[in-house]
């Protein structure tokens, strides 16, 4: 019976991310873990701490330093009939394999005739808050949210990282999941498993009449905080979690613009191009005649993340920009 299995318990995001890791890997003896420092070291972010010690060298491998080379061979492991978890340790570095997530793990399938699917899932962490740089920093998930033939997931919640990677897992093609790294040390309390989770819809965190707070992974924090403080203010607003950002369910979005007619999106990738760009164009696609105001948008300035704290905060959303944003649209 696994911890989470009866009652609810408290965890962290990381251990919940670990327990859904040992779970895939004691249900399925195909499924094995590879990447930058995931055994001894135990995961840059302690993810897969003890992992080793239980699965063995095997199941667990640590890898050299070559994005492209064990991403390409967790897709030749999964042509083969293996289900390879690959992590990759930030979403910068996941560039060097942009080439193997691309060109082979996302259109095999269609290259092939629909003779070779590639049942891979690829962690790898994102975002910024951390002090670690520009090159450790970036939101790019909306980049891969670009490209047909893969399935895009940010977990924002521990019941998401504890419960996302079992369906992941399940799913005949390329699955990424992007981990925020300000997420990992979020704790609270895992409720027992409710059913399968759901990869193909968004989730209103929080309901509202007012205005809508859309957005997913590691602003989710900060829309909720907004939220509750523009309840001081007298404005009642809905946070919707994308969860899924390809397939992105815009049915969910323009169902939330619909009943509060004013949408604040907002996404730390930089705005030009952006995520929040194409769900800002889908509301305003479907939805147009729904809108009292403008959509607005909340993003990372458009630099190249600082190191110093002071700039890195000032570089990011925040929970100020939101509500300030917000008002804009209701005032």
Known sequence: MTPDAAV??????????????????????????MGE??????GCFGVSLGL???????RILDTPLSESAFVGAGIGAALNGMRPIVEIMTINFSLLALDQILNNAATLLHMSGGQLSVPLVIRMTTGAGRQLAAQHSHSLEGWYAHIPGIRVLAPATIEDARHMLAPALADPDPVLIFEHGSLYNASGELAPPAGPVDLDHAAVRRPGTDISL?????????????????????????????????????????????????????DEAWRSGSLAAEVSARI???????????????????????????????ALPQTADIIAAAHRAVD
């Not at 080793?52 to 095997?58: A, R, T």
Request: aromatic letters at 6%; hydrophobic letters at 40%; a negative charge.
């Open 284 to 314: 305003a696609e479907t939805s147009f005649y729904e809108l009292d105001a403008p959509v607005e948008r909340v993003c990372s300035a458009e630099v190249p993340i600082p190191y110093a704290r002071l700039l890195e905060q000032a």
């Open 8 to 33: 609810a318990t408290k965890t962290t995001y990381r251990e919940a991310m670990r327990e859904a890791l040992r779970e895939a890997l004691r249900a399925d003896d195909r499924v094995f873990l």
């Open 214 to 266: 859309i957005t997913y992974g590691g602003s989710l924090p900060k829309a909720l905080t907004a939220a509750d403080e523009l309840a001081n203010d007298g404005i009642d607003a809905e946070v919707v979690d994308l969860r899924t950002l390809r397939p992105l369910d815009g049915t969910a979005v323009a169902a939330s613009v619909a009943r509060t007619h004013r949408a604040v999106v907002i």
């Open 37 to 42: 420092d995931v055994g001894r070291y135990g």
């Open 52 to 58: 080793l010690e239980e699965f063995g060298p095997e």
